[in-house]
């Protein structure tokens, strides 16, 4: 990668019919800056990469440098038939061409030293080779195929016989062998296990050029990113912050912290000068006039008294004007869960108990105690059985071998992955009346869902605010045990972040399935690993 390589973005903007995605948009990125792109799903993140990939035409501004970029397609653009080994070869075939190229150069101007045509060329060759690392190609896609946990994969296998999960990661070995000057990846940790996230993230943070990616996984952004770029509107607009992930985090609160206090201040004053202008002189005009053996005293100070009122007034109105006109606009309220989570389970005894479970196949479970405000996290590989053990739980599934017990009278609720709804034409507003309880709070005051979305048919909705319909649901009529499979993903990581603070305060048990690294880096409660 050249050092040299800079990506200036100026003045984007770009929609869809009347949805504007984002306008009057900035960034700049030299090499060495890894920027990551955050925001409420639909801000327009992968819209932004596919513009700077040049996939997609932008309506206005424009988009310069860069120089040779790559961007990670979700598919591969070869044929079922096609080998593993015809991948690799065509990510290395450009450097085998430069390789080539330099020893035909090398060779003639060895018979003509003074050709000067050949020789420039040859500093061309030269610095394109040097800025790829080109004498550690072929290394470097043994070492990028090993990372992703494509190592023992046949060169001759073909792309038809390997899982979408294989050939989604050959796709960014691909590409990372190529090594562009400018490397664009959308989601790039889909697919990856620990270990292979782990080696992308030290292969990235080595790269010495611009990469400019979107993700869901917050350890990734953490150790990966020099810079988080927020796309969600806000006080100024998209903004990017210098950092990491975490840093980002810190920089957020203090900007929401500032932007309340701002609008709190400006809505007193407004306040204030108000009652200054509509009250003051009114209040004077009130007040009795003077006897006869005054009023000369009386003119002359109250002419100056009714001056002052009056230059008072007209300050004020001035002021009240101007601030009118530029008062901050009033902070957005956040995406939060704003629900109580679970029930109270009695104290004494278990809320669940698992002896000798058995599902052929799926899951093998010799004992498993649940207490009524457990904290129970669970993991594995997939396939390792965590959804099956969840559905066992709440009772979903029933085992081929041992017992479940549930406490009597304790409610139990399932947040599954794949969230389907009976009727498709309802909508979530009806949903969450046909499950609320009387003290149930209105469906909007859960925060959970944008007010256009409250009456829009489930079946319209995405999968993430399907997920959120569903925690809705689960918090109208709140469960002694909330069972939770994957519950961040598909959702924002403002609104991962919130869940996470709502899981720490509910009462009840609470048992979660998860892949999520930055969930379980901070877990305080107890883990079961299964597989």
């Not at 001759?156 to 490397?183: M, N, V």
């Not at 697919?191 to 790269?207: I, K, N």
């Not at 980002?248 to 701002?262: F, G, I, P």
């Not at 009278?409 to 979530?428: H, M, N, T, Y």
């Amino acid at each position: 990668m050249s050092s040299a390589v800079h990506l200036r973005v100026h003045d984007l903007a770009f929609g869809y019919g009347d949805r504007v995605v984002f306008s009057g948009l900035d960034l700049t990125a030299s090499a060495g800056h890894r920027l990551g792109l955050v925001g409420e799903n639909g801000v327009g993140k992968s819209t932004l990469l596919r513009l700077l990939a040049g996939l997609d035409e932008p309506q206005a501004g424009t988009i310069e440098g860069g120089g040779d970029v790559g961007f990670l397609r979700q598919e591969l653009p070869f044929a079922a038939s096609a080998r593993f080994g015809d991948v690799v070869d065509d990510a290395l075939a450009e450097f085998r061409t430069a390789a080539a190229r330099l020893d035909a150069l090398t060779e003639r101007l060895a018979e003509e030293p003074g050709d000067e045509a050949a020789l420039a060329e040859y500093g061309r060759v030269l610095e394109w080779a040097q800025a790829h690392d080109l004498w550690d190609a072929d290394r470097r896609a043994k070492l990028v195929c090993a990372g992703l946990g494509l190592g023992d994969i046949e060169p001759f296998r073909p792309l038809g016989g390997l899982s979408g999960g294989q050939r989604a990661r050959l796709a960014l070995a691909a590409l990372l062998i190529r090594r562009p000057e400018t490397l664009l990846l959308d989601e790039p940790t889909n697919h990856l296990d620990d270990a292979a996230m782990e080696f992308l993230q030290r292969h990235l943070s080595a790269l010495t050029g611009v990469v400019v990616l979107a993700s869901h996984d917050r350890v990734f952004l953490d150790a990966v990113c020099t810079d988080i770029v927020d796309l969600d509107p806000a006080l100024g607009g998209p903004a990017r912050y210098g950092g990491r992930y975490s840093d980002y985090l810190e920089a957020k609160r203090a900007e929401r912290a500032r932007w309340e206090q701002r609008y709190a201040e400006e809505q007193e004053e407004l306040r204030r000068l108000r009652h200054d202008v509509a009250v003051t002189a009114r209040d004077i005009n009130h007040h009795r006039g003077p006897r006869d053996n005054a009023k000369m005293a009386y003119d002359f100070k109250g002419g100056r008294v009714q001056r002052q009122i009056s230059r008072r007034v007209r300050n004020a109105q001035q002021r009240l004007a101007e601030l009118e006109r530029t008062q901050v606009r009033k902070p957005p309220q956040p995406l939060r869960f704003a629900a109580r989570l679970t029930g109270r389970p009695p104290e004494d005894g278990l809320a669940l108990s698992v002896r000798d479970v058995e599902v052929p196949g799926r899951l093998r479970l010799g004992a498993l105690d649940v207490g009524p405000s457990a904290r129970l996290l669970v993991t594995g590989p997939n396939g390792a059985g965590k959804s099956t053990l969840l559905a066992v739980l709440a009772g979903r599934l029933a085992p081929a071998r041992g017992t479940v017990h549930r406490a009597p009278g304790i409610g139990v609720g399932l947040l599954e992955q794949d969230v389907e709804f009976a009727d498709p034409r309802r909508s979530p507003r009806q949903l969450y009346a046909a499950a609320a309880g009387a003290q149930a709070p209105p469906l909007h005051a859960l925060g959970l869902l944008a007010p256009r979305d409250l009456d829009r048919p489930v079946g319209a909705l995405s999968v993430g605010q399907r997920r959120r319909v569903a925690l809705a649901i689960l918090a109208a009529d709140p469960p002694d045990v909330l069972l939770l499979d994957e519950p961040t993903n598909h959702i924002s990581l403002a609104l991962a972040e919130e869940l996470s603070d709502a899981l720490a305060e509910a009462p009840g048990a609470v048992v979660v399935a998860s892949h999520d690294r930055w969930l379980r880096r901070g877990w305080e409660g107890t883990e079961l690993a299964l597989g």
